[in-house]
Every structure is written in structure tokens, then in C-alpha cells.
């Protein structure tokens, strides 16, 4: 007893000597880094007269900023957050990848965060995400950051699927059993399907451009409700918040099929090929001239309230609309239109009380 | 500086009262009598706090006029979005990611407290179980991407990309028979080292062999311990989570194939709650109903193995 007590201490002792002897090679290097680039910085901001708008400078805010929602807009806001650091910004930032119902769950029940990030609009009406926030005293100001082109995809090794149309695209998410039975070319190889879970944006926009159209009530309209059960239904359906499973799942089997934001398609480009819906591939001009069948707007939301009390997020969102169209295309997304995003500066202008 | 000499002060003091000394003593005996009594409450009070917080929750969800008992242990398809509340792929995937594991987890974990007990060297035997419980320390998380990046693709080489799925119960099954394997291991192997020498020399006085020892002598007078360790291991594999949820699949499935993908209650639970989940709705609620039938299910076990220990056990001297 008293020897095994004696081995396992010797283990753990071995595994901190050889953490510790990490340690300080890790440390230093953000320290050297840093140091230039506030200098740099100090003498550039210090030289002009009193700016009003110094204040929500990114290194002249600090505190938390917490926001939560779209597994969707997670990447982007993550680069956002990044290069909001490396301008100075010494807070805690954390922003959590839940999908958009959740996140505006936390927003407007929980209200304990203070951005909602959603790849599709809040929903408004009896009832609503709207009346929640507001039933706790929050207004949600929406703004528009970019465009997404949801990517339906497959794997590379698929040789046969390259081109599918809408009414193919409800068929293989819902009663199709194999691949043979949407187009008869096609291999008779069951269906393996990946979708996002049923909190997210990227779901119930694919529910409501794809499934409901195909999803007809009694009165021949389209039917969210129908779209949702015929997708739920299928078999060998798969569903994870997390994008990464969904990828990992599509690039296993030439029979797989799935679909999320365009940045994760981007980001594997090299082991998956994305479909073309109706014969238009998803790129930056058809997403933008809203060609895409399956193009979508990304927001994040705030309050007014919030961004008088927290500074630091008025600044984080006025940081947000005007870089992010110099990453929004590396990230994987697309630019949002020069008058949406005005939009959204007039209204944080409006928030904040400040003059443009 | 002050507080030390104030402490010394006392410590000085305290020999001088010899008659007070009796008192204190008994004042400190109660202390610890009552932190003891608390600690032994508290986990009672917080087993009882989560069954009182599931019963709660699951009762909400069986009041639904959509929801009915019969159909939830028999449905075969859950989908609570839409109204499907069959409970029966969860149990299923569970049941087959626990035979796959036992399947390592039994023979190796016996053979292993075989040889620890009866063959190896005490030098070897010291240096080996140590080893074997740094198996168990290892986070389940770890085992989970070990099952997804390492042995699914084995698996699939061995029996191709078409039969084997990525996501798939086998390999979450492998890699948690080896996460259990300790365990049994080292249960088995206390019950066997608690059955007499004088039982052992009788035998090898008869003219056994060490294995006929080992085999039919030993390991049957320690049959109690070595049922309870497995069913210890059984309730083990069926909650554990962390791998399930990383490497068996995201999608309620009912198959017996443990190469395709499907979800267990534990997973299920975890891919729900871990914000995909919008309070008050009937997924959310779902989840406590599963939760609470594997409760019962890892107690009945719990029970089922005392039972067993208390009616099998063979006791000596």
C-alpha cells in the first residue's frame, strides 16, 4: 500500500518537473510581442487633441464582455476577439458556441450575457425571444455583421453528388433511405446525414428554406412545423452543436452528407466538396446578390442599456462593424453590404449618444 | 508574529489545567463526533437532493398529455422535438456500448487479478498495479478522442470504411472496457487475495496444478467479490459518458450494429444539455426523465450486487 502511495507520488513528480520545465519557455514570448506594439500605439492615440471617442478605444476599455450564441458567427466573433486583444484590449472576452436559440436563451431569460450571437434574426412576436428580453427589461438592438452561405457538403471521396436541386435536397434530408432514391444513378447506399442540433440558427434556417417549402400544410403553404418532423424523422441522422463533429462525420463515408456555415467548409475545403444548389455554387457574389439559394445574414445583438453601463462591450461592437470586412473572407464568410453596416454604426451611435 | 506567541501563550497554559483538561477533551470528541456525523449526512442529503431535483423535473415531463409511460420504455424512436418519445435506442445503445466493454473488461480485468494474485512476484506485483491504476486516473475525455482518432480507424481498416461507421458504439465500447479494466482488476484481485493460504496448500497437497488452484479453487471461493467487481464495472459503463459522447454518435439509433452510430441516455443527456437545450421545453424535460431511469437502472445494479455479496459470500475462520 505504502509503496504504491511512493510510485504514483513519483509519477506525479515527474509529470510537474516536466510541466514546470514548460512553463517559462511559454511565457516570455507574449510579453516581448506586446511590448512594441503599445508604445507604437501610445504615441499615435496621445498626439491628438481629446477624442470623444477615445474611450471606447480598445485599449482604453477593460472588464468582462461575455457573449454566447450561433456555433455559426463563433468563428468569426473568435477572430474579432482576437485582433480586438492585439489592439490593446486587456478584459476577459469569452464567447461561448451554444447556437442561436440558446444563446438567446441566456440573453434574454438568463439575461447574464451581454451579446447574443445568431445566424438567423431574433424571433418577434406573443410569446417570442423579443417579448422575453423585453419582459426583463432588454431591448435587443440587432446588428448585421456578414453573410453566410450555408454549405451543403460531402465527402471528397463522393464522386457522384456534385449538383443537387432544393426539392433533391428536402428528399435526402427526409424519406430517402439511399442514395439511389433521389437520383436512380446514383449508388444504393443508405443516407448517412449530420445536421446541427435543433437549437441552432443554421437548423431552422435550413428547416425553413428547405424542408418547409417541400412541406406543404392542408392549405398548400409552407410548413414549419411539417419541415421539422420530416427532417427529424430520417434515419441515420446525426445531430451536434458542434460543427466539428458534423465535419469529422461527412469526411468519414462517401455516403455521408451534411451542412453548417460556409467558414467550417472553408476550413476543410481539402477533405470535403461542397454542392451546388440548383446549379449555384455558393460564392462571394452569388451570396451577396442573394443568388445562393441557401444565403443568410449573421447578426449579434446587444442592448443600448448594456452598452451605456458596459463600455467595454459598446467598444467590442464598434470595433466588430468597423474591421470586420477586413477578415470577414478569411474567416470564411462573406461581406455584408456597406449600407447594412452603416445601419448598424447609426445605431450604436444612437446607443452610445455619441456623434459619427 | 503575534498570533504565534498568543498560540504558544495556550500551549504554555494548557498542562497547568489539569482539571479542566478532561472537559476539553470530551468538547473536542464531540466536535469531531459532529463533523463526522455532517459529512455522513451531507452525501445523504445530496443523494436524496437529486433524487428529489429528478423526480421533480421527470414528473413534469411525464404530466405532458403528449408523453404516456408505456410508450416511453417501449417507443423505438426518440426524437422529443417532434413528439417521439421512445427511450428505448438510448437504452439499446447503452446496452450495447456495455456488452462491448464488459466483453474486454471481464476476461482481461480476471485474467489480470489472476496473475497479480496468484503468479506474479510481490516485486512485480507492486510495481504492476500501480501501473494498471494509472489506467484509471487517465480522464475519460482523453479515452473519448483515443477511441475517435485511434481505434475507429483500426477498426475500419480491419473491417472497412463501409461496414464500420465514424462515429461508432464498437470502438466507444472497446475503449471503455479498457477504462474499466483497473477497475475489476483491482476488486477481483482484493477478493482473491482474501481467500486463505490454508485453502490453497490443501490443494496443491492434493496434487493440483497452479492453474487447477488458481481456476477451480480460488477464483470460485472469491466468486462473491468477483461478481460484485462486475457489476460495479457493469454501472460503471453505464454512466460513463465522456467517451460515449465524443466517439459513439450524435444521433438517437435503434441498431444492434455496433459499427454504426447511435446514442446512449448518457450522451443524449450531454448533447442536450450542453446548450442545445431552451428551458421548459420538452427536451429539456426529456432529459431528467433519462436521467432518472438511469438512476434506477445503475441502483437496481448497486443493489443486485450487495445481494450477491452478502448471499454468495464464503466466509472463513
Known sequence: MCKNLIVSLFVLLIAAMALSACGPQATPTPVATQKPVETEELVVTEEPVVDPMAMYLPENVTGEIITAGSSTVFPLSERMKQRFEEEGFTGNLTIDSIGSGAGFTRFCVDGDTDIANASRPIKTGEGSETAKCQAIGREPLEFLVGLDALAVVVSKDNTFATDVTKDEL???????????????????????????????????????????????????????????????????????????????????????????????????????????????????????????????????????????????????????????????????????????????????YEATGMQP | MADQSNGMDKLVGYPTKTLGLKKRHRLGESVIQSLLFFAGFFSIFTTLGIIYELGKEAWLFFRLPEVNLWQFLTGTKWQPHINEFGVLPLVNATLVTTAVAMSIAIPLGLAVAIYLSEY??????????????????????????????????????????????????????????????????????????????????????????????????????????????????????????????????AGPKFTFNPFQGAETMTGHIVRISGGDLSYDSIDYNSIFAIGLLLFFITLSLNIISQRIVRRFREVYE
Open chain 1, 170 to 348: 428536402a428528399l435526402i434530408f427526409s424519406t430517402a433511405e439511399k442514395w439511389s432514391d433521389v437520383r436512380p444513378e446514383w449508388p444504393a447506399e443508405p443516407i448517412q446525414r449530420f445536421i446541427p442540433g435543433t437549437d441552432s440558427g443554421t437548423f431552422d434556417f435550413f428547416v425553413e428554406f428547405v424542408m418547409a417549402p417541400a412541406n406543404k400544410n392542408a392549405d398548400g403553404k409552407a410548413d414549419m412545423d411539417l419541415g421539422e418532423a420530416a427532417i427529424l424523422a430520417a434515419n441515420n441522422l446525426q445531430l451536434s452543436e458542434d460543427d466539428n463533429v458534423l465535419v469529422q462525420g461527412v469526411i468519414g463515408s462517401p455516403y455521408a452528407i451534411g451542412f453548417f456555415g460556409y467558414a467550417y467548409y472553408q476550413e476543410n475545403a481539402g477533405k470535403l466538396n461542397v454542392l451546388s444548389i440548383d446549379s449555384i455554387a455558393p460564392t462571394a457574389e452569388t451570396a451577396e446578390s442573394g443568388e445562393y439559394p441557401l444565403a443568410r445574414p449573421l447578426f449579434i445583438y446587444s442592448t443600448a442599456q448594456i452598452m451605456q453601463e458596459k463600455p467595454q462591450v459598446a467598444a467590442f461592437i464598434y470595433f466588430y462593424l468597423m474591421n470586420v470586412n477586413d477578415e470577414i473572407l478569411d474567416v470564411g464568410y462573406f461581406p455584408a453590404s456597406q449600407a447594412a453596416l452603416d445601419a448598424g454604426l447609426n445605431a450604436w
Open chain 2, 120 to 249: 506474479a512476484t510481490i516485486k512485480v506485483r507492486n510495481t504492476l498495479k500501480p501501473i494498471l491504476e494509472i489506467l484509471a486516473g487517465i480522464p475519460t475525455i482523453v479515452y473519448g478522442y483515443f477511441a475517435l482518432t485511434f481505434v475507429t480507424p483500426i477498426l475500419r481498416s480491419i473491417f472497412g470504411r463501409d461496414v464500420v461507421e465514424i462515429y461508432n458504439t464498437a470502438s466507444a465500447g472497446l475503449v471503455m472496457g479498457i477504462l474499466i479494466l483497473p477497475l475489476i482488476a483491482s476488486i477481483s484481485e482484493d477478493a482473491l487475495n482474501a481467500v486463505p493460504r490454508s485453502l490453497r496448500e490443501a490443494a496443491y497437497g492434493l496434487g493440483a496444478t497452479k492453474l487447477e488452484v488458481a481456476v477451480k479453487v480460488v477464483v470460485p471461493s472469491a466468486l462473491s467479490g468477483i461478481a460484485a467487481a462486475i457489476i460495479l464495472g457493469i454501472s460503471r459503463a453505464i454512466g460513463e459518458t465522456m467517451i460515449v459522447a465524443v466517439a459513439a454518435g
